[in-house]
């Protein structure tokens, strides 16, 4: 976290700026390091909502909601921008405030608080006239210095020919290179905007391995457009989404062989046929030498607690939301005295922004039991992995 103070109204405040996320593997929108275990994501107020409201059941399966915070776009002279967090004062409840229902994508705070803010020491250099790859440069602090890098993968599975070298997973770096952009240009009388805090799941892992796996066999929401709606349905129908009720929407995985992270990105998810699929499966559960067999047990004990839970959630539609699953990629060194302990994993649903239940949407009728379509999906993954598992 970098803290600055907010000195020029004569008071202490701190004020956080916010870096991307260095392990991001699929979304859109640009998830953003606050500090050591939470992240900050562009608010939706129906996935406030959600977190607000969410049954008790299902919390060890979702991360922590953290509250509400004011962002402010900051650029210097030179071009450098920033973004940087305001918390709230200590009589502000975040969550009580009341979601504001607009048609932006990305919400605006009530009440600017741009008299406190200084010019940005360094930041992100949003450089227009450098590539799409280079346009984002530097991340000034150490959070972005990992002992592992990133590779892409092409479509085939195949290492890329020309592998970009990062400390932050390339997809994310994408996604935030474009809300960067989204925000600044859209950036009026420096008017902040507003973001969740979500605890961050990948935080306990050294080197995490994550899966994201877009669920269930329906994506679009019940305030999609006719044609968003004819556009998620064909991707759907093209893809694994239909036929598993699962699609790969993004993947980090350790490679042990060569101190990199290999990375695939959702685009390579929407073509994959179900054999394909379950190749990524594979592959997300290797380290370039050998199969971690030891995670399958733990992982599958994970799944099947959190398929009651889902069994249990009448009426809730978790459209266009994800499964992480994360993994440690490091290999724990072995002491003198050895102790075999279970590996450390995580199943984690995120990503509510379309998630439906009774009460959610008052113009909506509700649906009848659990959702289907998701728990197609959990169980074919619980039979994926089982194959894995079974296998020689
Ligand atoms: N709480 C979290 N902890 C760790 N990583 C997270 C968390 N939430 C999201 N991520 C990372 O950020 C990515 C995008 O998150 P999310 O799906 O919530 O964003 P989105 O932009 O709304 O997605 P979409 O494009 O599907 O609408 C995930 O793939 C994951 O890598
Ligand atoms: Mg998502």
Redesign the pocket.
């Known amino acids: 976290m970098v803290l600055l103070e907010g000195a020029e109204l004569g008071e202490t405040r701190t004020r956080v700026r916010l870096e991307p996320?260095a392990?991001?593997?699929?979304?859109?929108?640009s998830?953003l390091h606050y500090d050591e275990t939470t992240?900050c994501?562009p608010l939706f107020s129906q996935e406030q909502v959600f977190y607000e409201s969410l049954p008790a059941d299902m919390k060890p399966f979702t991360?922590q909601y953290r509250g509400l915070i004011s962002v402010y776009v900051e650029k210097d002279s030179s071009g450098h921008i920033s973004l940087v967090a305001c918390p709230q004062n200590d009589n502000e409840s975040p969550a009580q405030e009341s979601p504001m229902a607009t048609k932006r994508t990305q919400q605006r705070a009530k009440t600017p608080c741009a008299a406190e803010h200084k010019p940005a020491r360094e930041g992100l250099l949003l450089d227009r006239t450098c590539n799409d790859r280079s346009s984002v440069c530097g991340t000034g602090t150490g959070k972005g210095k990992r002992d592992a890098s990133f590779h892409m993968k092409d479509p085939n599975g195949n290492e890329s020919a020309t592998p970009e070298r990062s400390s932050h997973n390339p997809w994310?770096l994408q996604?935030h290179r474009a809300q960067l952009m989204r925000m600044s240009s859209d950036s009026k009388d420096n008017e902040p905007y507003r973001f969740l805090l979500?605890?961050?799941?990948?935080s306990p892992f050294q080197l995490p391995c994550?899966l994201?796996l877009?669920m269930g066999t329906r994506q679009h929401g019940e305030d999609a457009s006719e044609e968003k709606k004819r556009r998620h349905m064909k991707k759907c129908e093209q893809s694994t989404s239909s036929s598993l009720g699962l699609r790969l929407?993004?993947m980090q995985v350790y490679q042990a062989t060569t101190g990199h992270f290999l990375c695939r990105n959702k685009y390579d998810g929407r073509t994959l046929t179900a054999e394909g699929f379950r190749q990524a499966l594979y592959q997300y559960l290797h380290d370039g030498h050998q199969l971690k067999r030891e995670l399958l047990q733990p992982v599958l004990q994970r799944l099947s607690a959190l398929r009651a839970v889902i069994e249990r959630q009448g009426s809730y539609r978790f459209y266009?939301s994800?499964l992480?699953l994360i993994y440690e990629g490091k290999k724990h060194s072995l002491g003198r005295h050895p102790v075999s302990a279970p590996p450390r994993v995580d199943v984690?649903m995120?990503?509510f922004?379309h998630t439906s239940y009774r009460g959610a949407t008052p113009n909506h009728t509700a649906y009848e039991g659990p959702d289907r379509g998701y728990i197609f999906g959990v169980e074919n993954l619980i039979n994926m992995l089982q194959e894995i598992k079974d296998g020689d």
């Open positions: 996320f392990h991001q593997v699929g979304g859109h929108t998830m992240l994501k991360p994310g996604c979500l605890e961050n799941v990948a994550i994201d877009k929407g993004g266009s994800s992480l984690r995120i990503d922004a």
